[in-house]
C-alpha cells in the first residue's frame, strides 16, 4: 500500500515519515506535502492509497483537501483518508466522517496509533478491493451468461409461465427493454429437412446448422427492435418490439418483411432454405404464449405449402374431414408386402397417396392422413411378429411422432423408405429362414451316413415339400441334394480305407448293404475300386 503524508510542519512531517517503520508493515511513503494545494497536485501524479491529513494547513485546510479529494472523477472515492487534528470539535470530527475519513486522530498522537491508524485502513481498502473484483468478475460471469438466461426467460414466457407483472421483472433483470405500454409479434424460423439423397448435411451437424440461423437472425434483426433466441422445440424464436401506437397493418407487413429477408438471407448465407411462422398480429405482453402456439401451428403448414416460406397464421374455419378408408388399395399394399413385392408395394402405396394426402389442404389434415398410412405399416409389420424398430430403424423416429414430418417430399419419401424396409426385412428373414432349413438338412446327412438318405425323407421330416427342398437346397448350396449326399458318402467311404478299413466295412459305414454295388458306385466316382484305394 502506498502513503502519503500531508503536514504543514516540517520537523512532524519528516518524523511520520522516518521514524515508524512503514516498510515493514507493507507500507511505502511515496510523497510529503506541505499543504493541500501542493498534496493535491501530488496526489494526481502519485496516487496514493492513503492520506494522512493535518487539518490545519496555509493556502488549503485538511477538511477542504478530503473534500476535493472525494470530487476527483478518477477513483478518489476508494481512498483511504486518515485526519491529524489539534482540534477536539465534534463539528470537525462530524464533517471529516461525511466525507467518508477512515479515522479521525487528535494531535499528539502516539507513533504506535498513527502506524494502528494506517494499517487498519490499508485492511479496510484491501477488503473493499476484495468485493469490488469478486463484484466485477460476477459481472462479467453475469454478462457472458445473460445470453443464457434471456433465452431460458423466453422459453418459459411463451409457456405461459409468467403473469405480466412477473413478466416486466424479469425484463428488467435480464436487460429486456420491453414495457408494459409494448406491443410484441413473433415468429418462429426453422431449418428445412435436407432432401433425400442430399450428401450436405448429416445428422450430427443439425444443431450447428441451427445454431447458425440464430447468429444470422441476431444479426440481421438486433435488440431491442427483435429479441432472438431459441425456443423449446429447436426452432429459432423472433420476438419483435413494436411500438405502442404503430398501424397493426404496418406493423404485420414489416414484421413479415423482417422474417422474408431472414430466409433469403440464409439461402444465400448457409446455402439451405428455412421456413417461418409468424403470429396473426401484434398483442400485448400478456398475449406471448398466445401469440407463439400461433406461430408454431403457421409453421406446421409447411407441410401443405412447401419449403423456403414464411407463413401467416390465419384462423382456417372449414370443417375438418378424416381419411376415406380405401380398402383396396389397402388390401393391395398388404398383400404385396406380404410376398415382398416392393415394385407392386409402391404402386399400391401411390394410389394412397393419391387418395388420402394428395387432396388435403392444412397441416392437422396431412398428418391425420400420414397416421393413417404408417398404422397400416404398422399392422402389416406386427401381423410378421417383427419389431417395428427393427424393421424401420432411423426411421422410426416418424412412427413415434409424425409432427417431424414437414413437406410433402420428406413424407412421401419416408412412406416409399417403409415400403423398401418392410421388403428388405422379408428377404432377410427369408434366407435366414431358409439357411436354417438347410442346415438343418446338412446336419441330418453328416448324422445319418449310414442311412439310406431321400430327399423325401428329409422333406417329410422337416415338415416341408420336397420340391421346396431341392430347390432351396440347390439355391443355397450349388448342388442337388443327391449330388451332395453322394460326395458325403464317397468322402467318408474314402477316408475309412486309407485309414485301413476293410471295403465291408466302408460300405456299411456309408449306408451299403450290398458290397459289390458299393463298389460299382465307389468305382464310378474314383475311377479306381474300393480295394485300389486301399492298397
Same mark, same amino acid.
Given at each position: 500500500?502506498?502513503?502519503?503524508?500531508?503536514?504543514?510542519?516540517?520537523?512532524?512531517?519528516?518524523?511520520?515519515?522516518?521514524?515508524?517503520?512503514?516498510?515493514?508493515?507493507?507500507?511505502? /511513503?511515496?510523497?510529503?506535502?506541505?499543504?493541500?494545494?501542493?498534496?493535491?497536485?501530488?496526489?494526481?501524479?502519485?496516487?496514493?492509497?492513503?492520506?494522512?491529513?493535518?487539518?490545519?494547513?496555509?493556502?488549503?485546510?485538511?477538511?477542504?483537501?478530503?473534500?476535493?479529494?472525494?470530487?476527483?472523477?478518477?477513483?478518489?472515492?476508494?481512498?483511504?483518508?486518515?485526519?491529524?487534528?489539534?482540534?477536539?470539535?465534534?463539528?470537525?470530527?462530524?464533517?471529516?466522517?461525511?466525507?467518508?475519513?477512515?479515522?479521525?486522530?487528535?494531535?499528539?498522537?502516539?507513533?504506535?496509533?498513527?502506524?494502528?491508524?494506517?494499517?487498519?485502513?490499508?485492511?479496510?481498502?484491501?477488503?473493499?478491493?476484495?468485493?469490488?473484483?469478486?463484484?466485477?468478475?460476477?459481472?462479467?460471469?453475469?454478462?457472458?451468461?445473460?445470453?443464457?438466461?434471456?433465452?431460458?426467460?423466453?422459453?418459459?414466457?411463451?409457456?405461459?409461465?409468467?403473469?405480466?407483472?412477473?413478466?416486466?421483472?424479469?425484463?428488467?433483470?435480464?436487460?429486456?427493454?420491453?414495457?408494459?405500454?409494448?406491443?410484441?409479434?413473433?415468429? /418462429?424460423?426453422?431449418?428445412?429437412?435436407?432432401?433425400?439423397?442430399?450428401?450436405?448435411?448429416?445428422?450430427?451437424?443439425?444443431?450447428?446448422?441451427?445454431?447458425?440461423?440464430?447468429?444470422?437472425?441476431?444479426?440481421?434483426?438486433?435488440?431491442?427492435?427483435?429479441?432472438?433466441?431459441?425456443?423449446?422445440?429447436?426452432?429459432?424464436?423472433?420476438?419483435?418490439?413494436?411500438?405502442?401506437?404503430?398501424?397493426?397493418?404496418?406493423?404485420?407487413?414489416?414484421?413479415?418483411?423482417?422474417?422474408?429477408?431472414?430466409?433469403?438471407?440464409?439461402?444465400?448465407?448457409?446455402?439451405?432454405?428455412?421456413?417461418?411462422?409468424?403470429?396473426?398480429?401484434?398483442?400485448?405482453?400478456?398475449?406471448?404464449?398466445?401469440?407463439?402456439?400461433? #406461430?408454431?401451428?403457421?409453421?406446421?403448414?409447411?407441410?401443405?405449402?412447401?419449403?423456403? *416460406?414464411?407463413?401467416?397464421?390465419?384462423?382456417?374455419?372449414?370443417?375438418?374431414?378424416?381419411?376415406?378408408?380405401?380398402?383396396?388399395?389397402?388390401?393391395?399394399?398388404?398383400?404385396?408386402?406380404?410376398?415382398?413385392?416392393?415394385?407392386?408395394?409402391?404402386?399400391?402405396?401411390?394410389?394412397?397417396?393419391?387418395?388420402?394426402?394428395?387432396?388435403?389442404?392444412?397441416?392437422?389434415?396431412?398428418?391425420?392422413?400420414?397416421?393413417?398410412?404408417?398404422?397400416?405399416? *404398422?399392422?402389416?409389420?406386427?401381423?410378421?411378429?417383427?419389431?417395428?424398430?427393427?424393421?424401420?430403424?432411423?426411421?422410426?423416429?416418424?412412427?413415434?411422432?409424425?409432427?417431424?414430418?414437414?413437406?410433402?417430399?420428406?413424407?412421401?419419401?419416408?412412406?416409399?423408405?417403409?415400403?423398401?424396409?418392410?421388403?428388405?426385412?422379408?428377404?432377410?428373414?427369408?434366407?435366414?429362414?431358409?439357411?436354417?432349413?438347410?442346415?438343418?438338412?446338412? #446336419? *441330418?446327412?453328416?448324422?445319418?451316413?449310414?442311412?439310406?438318405?431321400?430327399?423325401?425323407?428329409?422333406?417329410?421330416?422337416?415338415?416341408?415339400?420336397?420340391?421346396?427342398?431341392?430347390?432351396?437346397?440347390?439355391?443355397?448350396?450349388?448342388?442337388?441334394?443327391?449330388?451332395?449326399?453322394?460326395?458325403?458318402?464317397?468322402?467318408?467311404?474314402?477316408?475309412?480305407?486309407?485309414?485301413?478299413?476293410?471295403?465291408?466295412?466302408?460300405?456299411?459305414?456309408?449306408?451299403?448293404?450290398?458290397?459289390?454295388?458299393?463298389?460299382?458306385?465307389?468305382?464310378?466316382?474314383?475311377?479306381?475300386?474300393?480295394?485300389?484305394?486301399? #492298397?
Amino acid at each position: 500500500m502506498n502513503l502519503m503524508i500531508v503536514e504543514d510542519e516540517l520537523r512532524l512531517r519528516q518524523g511520520l515519515a522516518n521514524n515508524i517503520p512503514w516498510e515493514e508493515h507493507g507500507i511505502e /511513503v511515496v510523497g510529503l506535502a506541505a499543504n493541500g494545494v501542493e498534496a493535491l497536485r501530488l496526489a494526481e501524479r502519485k496516487r496514493p492509497d492513503i492520506m494522512l491529513i493535518d487539518v490545519q494547513m496555509p493556502e488549503m485546510d485538511g477538511l477542504t483537501l478530503v473534500r476535493k479529494l472525494r470530487e476527483r472523477p478518477d477513483g478518489g472515492a476508494m481512498m483511504k483518508l486518515i485526519i491529524l487534528s489539534g482540534h477536539d470539535d465534534f463539528a470537525y470530527a462530524q464533517e471529516a466522517m461525511s466525507y467518508g475519513v477512515s479515522q479521525y486522530l487528535l494531535k499528539p498522537a502516539a507513533e504506535d496509533e498513527i502506524l494502528e491508524a494506517v494499517l487498519e485502513a490499508a485492511g479496510q481498502l484491501r477488503a473493499e478491493l476484495e468485493r469490488w473484483r469478486e463484484q466485477s468478475e460476477l459481472k462479467v460471469k453475469w454478462q457472458e451468461h445473460l445470453p443464457h438466461l434471456q433465452s431460458g426467460f423466453f422459453q418459459q414466457w411463451t409457456a405461459g409461465v409468467y403473469d405480466d407483472g412477473e413478466v416486466l421483472r424479469k425484463c428488467k433483470e435480464y436487460q429486456i427493454a420491453l414495457s408494459e405500454s409494448d406491443r410484441i409479434a413473433v415468429a /418462429v424460423v426453422d431449418v428445412d429437412p435436407i432432401p433425400q439423397g442430399d450428401g450436405r448435411i448429416k445428422a450430427e451437424d443439425s444443431p450447428m446448422w441451427h445454431f447458425s440461423l440464430q447468429c444470422l437472425a441476431k444479426e440481421l434483426l438486433p435488440a431491442p427492435s427483435c429479441w432472438v433466441c431459441p425456443d423449446r422445440q429447436g426452432y429459432t424464436l423472433l420476438v419483435f418490439a413494436l411500438p405502442p401506437d404503430d398501424q397493426p397493418e404496418d406493423s404485420n407487413l414489416r414484421v413479415q418483411a423482417s422474417v422474408v429477408q431472414l430466409l433469403a438471407r440464409a439461402r444465400e448465407t448457409l446455402g439451405l432454405t428455412a421456413s417461418a411462422g409468424i403470429c396473426a398480429g401484434a398483442g400485448s405482453i400478456g398475449e406471448m404464449s398466445e401469440l407463439y402456439a400461433q #406461430a408454431c401451428r403457421a409453421l406446421q403448414e409447411r407441410i401443405v405449402y412447401g419449403h423456403d *416460406i414464411a407463413i401467416p397464421y390465419r384462423e382456417q374455419e372449414r370443417k375438418q374431414q378424416g381419411v376415406q378408408a380405401q380398402p383396396g388399395l389397402e388390401k393391395a399394399l398388404e398383400i404385396a408386402l406380404e410376398l415382398g413385392d416392393e415394385d407392386k408395394a409402391l404402386e399400391a402405396l401411390r394410389g394412397l397417396w393419391d387418395k388420402s394426402l394428395e387432396p388435403v389442404e392444412s397441416a392437422d389434415e396431412m398428418h391425420e392422413a400420414v397416421l393413417y398410412l404408417s398404422s397400416l405399416f *404398422i399392422r402389416i409389420i406386427q401381423k410378421q411378429g417383427w419389431m417395428i424398430r427393427d424393421v424401420a430403424g432411423d426411421d422410426m423416429a416418424y412412427f413415434q411422432n409424425v409432427r417431424l414430418l414437414t413437406s410433402k417430399e420428406q413424407t412421401r419419401a419416408w412412406l416409399a423408405r417403409n415400403v423398401g424396409h418392410i421388403c428388405a426385412y422379408l428377404q432377410r428373414q427369408r434366407r435366414r429362414t431358409s439357411n436354417g432349413l438347410v442346415r438343418s438338412i446338412l #446336419a *441330418i446327412v453328416d448324422q445319418e451316413l449310414d442311412r439310406d438318405i431321400t430327399l423325401h425323407t428329409v422333406a417329410d421330416r422337416l415338415f416341408v415339400n420336397s420340391s421346396y427342398v431341392s430347390r432351396l437346397f440347390k439355391q443355397e448350396t450349388g448342388v442337388s441334394f443327391s449330388a451332395y449326399v453322394l460326395e458325403r458318402k464317397m468322402e467318408q467311404a474314402k477316408t475309412v480305407l486309407q485309414d485301413g478299413g476293410k471295403v465291408y466295412d466302408a460300405a456299411r459305414l456309408v449306408g451299403y448293404r450290398d458290397v459289390s454295388y458299393f463298389t460299382k458306385v465307389f468305382r464310378k466316382y474314383w475311377g479306381v475300386t474300393p480295394g485300389g484305394v486301399k #492298397a
